[in-house]
C-alpha cells in the first residue's frame, strides 16, 4: 500500500489516505518520494478549477527521489537512480508528437495528477521515459520544483531560439518568475522584471535582472514601447495586454506560461503591424528537461524554497495561497 495525503472533496484538506497501485508495468518504475514540491496547479486541482479534478485526489508533480523498483522492460533507469518526475507520467510513444521528440504535446499524455495519483506520497509509479536523472551537483531537496516551475520557464528559451543579446522581461516574479529571471540572466539576455513594489524590486535583481519597471507607472511603461524581444507572463490574472504588446519590439512575443483563466483582449493591429506574435506553452518534453538540469548545474540555478514536513501539507498549501512563501514550498516525505 502507498501511503499518501490526498483530497476527498474539491476545497477541502488533505487527509492520509492509503491506496493500492496494482502491479507494476513492465515499462514502468516505482520512485520513492524523497521531496515534492507544491506547484499552484496542485492547488487548482485540489480546487477543481480547472472541471477535470476526480476524488480521492492525491496532488504532487514535482518529485524527487529514488528508483526502488524497475519493470521487467526498463533498461534506461537502474534501483538506487536519483530522478524526478514532473506534469506528465506517461506518453503514448507512437503520436506524430512523440515521434519528433516533443512529447510534452502528446495529446494523450498521462498527467501525474490527472485521474492518477500524485508524489504527495511515499511512492509513485510512472513511465520509465517520462522519468528523469538528477545530475550530480543538484540537492534532491530543491531540485524538484525544476520538474515544473522550472521547465516551464526554460522550455520557452528552447523553443522560440532565444538569443543571448534578446532583450526580455517577466510579469510576475513569484514561483515560475524567480526561476525565469535566473534562467535568463544566465541565457545571457537583458532582463526586466515588471514589479510592484521596492521590495519585489531588491528581491528581483538579485534573483537576476537587471533592471525593473513599475507595473503601477503608467509613465515607465510607455517609455518602454518597442522594447522587448520577449515577455513572459508567469501569471494566472488578467491584466492589460494591449499595454504589454506596445512594449514589444517588432516581431517581439508576448508569451504565457501562468494559466490565466479570463480570455485575452488583444487588439490585432498591435500584433499586424510590428509582425508581433502572442504564444504559451506547457512544460517540456523530457529530453528539454534533462538539458534544463544540466543547464542549472553549470549556472547554479537554484528554486528558492521553503521545506515542510509532509505531514504538514495543509500548512503548507495555506500558506501558498496566501502568498507567503518564497518562492516555492517543497515537501519532505
Known amino acids: 500500500m502507498i501511503k499518501a495525503y490526498a483530497a476527498f472533496e474539491a476545497k477541502q484538506a488533505l487527509q492520509s489516505f492509503e491506496y493500492d497501485p496494482g502491479v507494476l508495468g513492465e515499462h514502468q518504475v516505482e520512485i520513492e518520494v524523497a521531496y515534492c514540491g507544491i506547484c499552484h496547479s496542485d492547488i487548482s486541482m485540489i480546487d477543481n478549477d480547472w472541471g477535470m479534478s476526480t476524488y480521492p485526489l492525491v496532488p504532487g508533480h514535482e518529485v524527487a527521489g529514488m528508483v526502488s ?155 518602454a514601447a518597442g522594447r522587448f524581444d520577449l515577455i513572459i507572463s508567469t501569471v494566472n490574472v488578467k491584466l492589460d495586454w494591449h499595454l504589454y504588446l506596445g512594449m514589444l519590439a517588432p516581431k517581439g512575443r508576448l508569451h504565457f506560461v501562468g494559466a490565466t483563466l479570463e480570455p485575452l483582449d488583444l487588439n490585432v493591429f498591435d500584433l499586424i503591424m510590428q509582425q508581433r506574435s502572442v504564444s504559451g506553452s506547457p512544460v517540456g518534453d523530457p529530453l528539454t528537461i534533462a538539458r534544463m538540469l544540466e543547464f542549472a548545474v553549470l549556472h547554479n540555478v537554484k528554486p528558492v524554497i521553503e521545506i515542510f514536513d509532509m505531514a504538514d501539507v495543509n500548512k503548507a498549501i495555506a500558506k501558498l495561497k496566501a502568498g507567503d512563501v518564497y518562492y516555492r514550498a517543497v515537501l519532505k516525505a
Open 69 to 223: 523498483r524497475i519493470g521487467g522492460k526498463v533498461t534506461s533507469l537502474k534501483i538506487g537512480d536519483r530522478v524526478g518526475l514532473g506534469w506528465h507520467s506517461g506518453y503514448c510513444n507512437h503520436c506524430t508528437a512523440c515521434n519528433t521528440g516533443d512529447h510534452n504535446l502528446c495529446a494523450t499524455a498521462e498527467q501525474t495528477i490527472v485521474g492518477r495519483h500524485g508524489g504527495f506520497a511515499n511512492r509513485v509509479y510512472a513511465d520509465a521515459n517520462s522519468v528523469v536523472k538528477i545530475p550530480d551537483g543538484i540537492d534532491l531537496e530543491i531540485v524538484g520544483p525544476l520538474f515544473c516551475g522550472g521547465v516551464t520557464v526554460f522550455n520557452p528559451l528552447v523553443q522560440f531560439d532565444v538569443r543571448p543579446t534578446d532583450k526580455v522581461a517577466v510579469i510576475g516574479i513569484g514561483g515560475l518568475g524567480h526561476m525565469a529571471l535566473q534562467f535568463m540572466n544566465a541565457w545571457g539576455c537583458q532582463v526586466t522584471a515588471f514589479t510592484t513594489s521596492d521590495a519585489k524590486r531588491k528581491e528581483a535583481l538579485d534573483l537576476g535582472a537587471h533592471q525593473t519597471l513599475n507595473s503601477r507607472d503608467a509613465a515607465a511603461l510607455g517609455a
